[in-house]
């Protein structure tokens, strides 16, 4: 199966929802949670997405109502 085939479509209109009702985090917030992403076994360097959740983490951190896949932030 490819990465597009796994990737959690879902998860992509729910955090596409809460940007629009929520909005995004402060820039602080958003490099804390990055870096605990960058040490994550879950993170693929090479495109920054979760393997966990297929989402592209640089923009990910930035959703307010967005969480971690394995409750890390």
Known sequence: MSDIENYDWLGLLKS????????IVDNDVAEKRYEH???CVFFKK?????????CVMKAKVKVKGASCPIGIW
């Open 46 to 54: 090479s495109t920054t997405q979760c393997k966990k959740c297929g």
């Open 37 to 39: 992403c960058k040490s």
């Open 16 to 23: 596409t929802v809460d940007v629009a009702t929520n909005g």
